[in-house]
């Protein structure tokens, strides 16, 4: 196994674009070349060792044999592990938007918070986050008709608006609340939310979400039968019937 250790150099008062940090990116390379790797602050392009301090083993090994440990507030440092396929990128602390980006493989693991756009688009893998995140987790950018396709997404706190937008495939699971819209448009995914939370499924045709706490369902969904769960009685719809929705939502009963 390798293993590499990234360090912020100072508090980054410009967020950094800094899609090269990732196994994939990593593999073939000695630290000597990781340092040089480019990444933006700003408008300006710089090296990744300019900004922070980069140590560990120097021979190169496959994308699944490297784990790439981020210490400190990597709070406005944007898109870390965008596109890995294997592997594991771990944060001790938060990130900022766009982290794991186009997930294909492998595991980031975050001990803090995450920012907007976590997972964005994710086609496989798992992302793990012990603290809160943001909004549009696993969602779709705008234009595109498909978010998340593939993977899990772990949310240990609570999540922002429009957790799975237009998602496609894989699954979700929010600890805590989510914001307002989770699940909007969705195709074919699966959401978990722990709490309470806002309009669950508007215009969703497939997939399924599950809201263990309060929530406010669109009168376009149809009241269907109770289930039981884990022991856990939840009040089941179907919907959203606007678009012809075939996709099932569950409600823990008296929370409705």
């Known amino acids: 196994m390798r293993t590499i250790t990234i360090t912020p150099r100072e508090e980054f008062r410009i967020s950094v674009e ?35 301090a980069i140590e560990g083993d120097d021979a190169p090994a496959t994308a699944e ?6 210490l400190g507030d990597f709070s406005s440092v944007k898109r870390i592990a965008e596109g890995m396929t294997a592997g594991l990128v771990e944060v001790q602390g938060s990130v900022g938007m766009h982290a794991g980006n186009n997930m294909k493989g492998g595991l980031l693991s975050i001990t803090g918070d995450a ?35 593939g993977g899990e ?18 699954s979700i699971s929010i600890g805590g609340n989510a914001g307002d819209f989770p699940g909007a448009a969705n195709q074919g995914g699966t959401i978990f939310i722990g709490g309470s939370t806002y309009l669950p499924g508007a215009e969703m045709s497939k997939g399924a979400i599950t809201v263990k706490g309060e929530a406010k369902v669109l009168p376009s969904f149809q009241k ?23 996709g099932e939502l569950l409600v823990g009963v008296g929370s409705s």
């Open 18 to 52: 800094a899609e090269n940090i990732s196994s994939d990116k990593f593999a073939s390379l000695n630290i000597e070349q990781i340092k040089s790797l480019a990444v933006w602050q700003g408008n300006r392009q710089k090296a990744l060792s300019d900004l922070f």
């Open 115 to 149: 920012d907007d756009w976590l997972a964005r688009e994710m086609r496989g893998g798992k992302v793990v986050v012990m603290g809160d995140a943001g909004n549009y987790v696993g969602s779709g950018y705008r234009g595109e008709k498909c978010g998340m396709r």
């Open 153 to 170: 997404i772990e949310i240990k706190g609570s999540a922002g608006a429009y957790v799975g937008e237009h998602l496609c495939g894989g």
């Open 65 to 70: 044999e490297i784990t790439i440990r981020l």
């Open 224 to 246: 269907m039968e109770i289930v039981q769960i884990d022991g856990v009685d939840f009040q089941k719809y179907a919907g959203d019937l606007v678009d012809n929705g075939k």
